[in-house]
């Protein structure tokens, strides 16, 4: 089966410019989070949805992030006016279990979104 | 607070060595699960092992093993003859409360031929 697909691969904005970045979880997941790993850094929680709510916006780092899942399925990560310290890889992950049930569950990941802001 | 901490920052070894990737945790917390993830330089996360906090039995899982103690708040992996394919970058991570994943800084493994 398809793993959690993240699109684009790579981008490169200009400064101030807006970002928007996908995420297509494995199907029937009903968690989902969003993490932001800068180069030589572990991942960094920004944001969790349980299906179409968003339960933790805790980790976003400025109100220029935006992040919404309106069906409980596909995600979208939005950057506004991109700054140069928005330059890392965004890492989406999906599980199949809420935050109701055990949370022993591993978090399967993407490959990623390399965002450059140039 | 929770917080995982990797020492090592990067480890290099030479094929068919022994290493062990160090990770200590913090958290207030009496459940918790603990994690360890490879990250290979194509980006994606790869999930390796979990462990709860109830559960300090060792585990071995092929050339894998991993070492979970409560009472230093460690849970140690190591890789048992190395080799080239082991390159990679080690996470270690926890689950606690609330359910957000909580990284380490990630250890940066490096087996040379």
């Known amino acids: 089966g398809a793993g959690v697909s993240q699109s684009p691969r790579y981008k490169v904005a200009k400064r101030g410019q807006d970002v928007a970045l996908r995420c297509d979880p494995i199907s029937g997941h009903v968690s989902l989070f969003w993490y932001q790993q800068a180069l030589g850094q572990g991942p960094e929680f920004l944001t969790y949805f349980q299906n179409e709510a968003q339960l933790d916006k805790s980790g976003l780092p400025s109100d220029r992030f935006f992040a919404e899942r309106p069906e409980g399925s596909v995600s979208t990560l939005k950057i506004q006016r991109t700054q140069q310290e928005d330059s890392a890889v965004y890492l989406c992950?999906?599980?199949?279990?809420?935050?109701?049930?055990?949370?022993?569950?591993?978090?399967?990941f993407g490959n990623g979104t390399r965002l450059t802001v140039t | 607070a929770q917080k995982v901490t990797q020492a090592q920052t990067e480890i290099s070894v030479v094929e068919k060595e022994d290493v062990t990737l160090d990770c200590v945790y913090e958290?207030?917390?009496?459940?918790?699960?603990l994690f360890w993830y490879k990250q290979p330089p194509s980006g994606e996360l790869v999930f390796l092992i979990r462990r709860n906090s109830f559960d300090e039995q060792n585990e071995i899982s092929g050339r894998y093993s991993w070492n979970f103690q409560k009472s230093t708040s460690s849970f140690n992996f190591t890789i048992t003859a190395s080799q080239v394919v082991d390159s990679a970058v080690y996470f270690c991570a926890l689950r606690a409360q609330g359910g957000k994943l909580i990284f380490g800084q990630g250890t940066e493994l490096s087996v040379k031929p």
């Open positions: 958290t207030r917390d009496t459940t918790y699960y």
């Open positions: 992950a999906s599980s199949p279990i809420g935050l109701s049930g055990s949370y022993n569950s591993p978090l399967h």
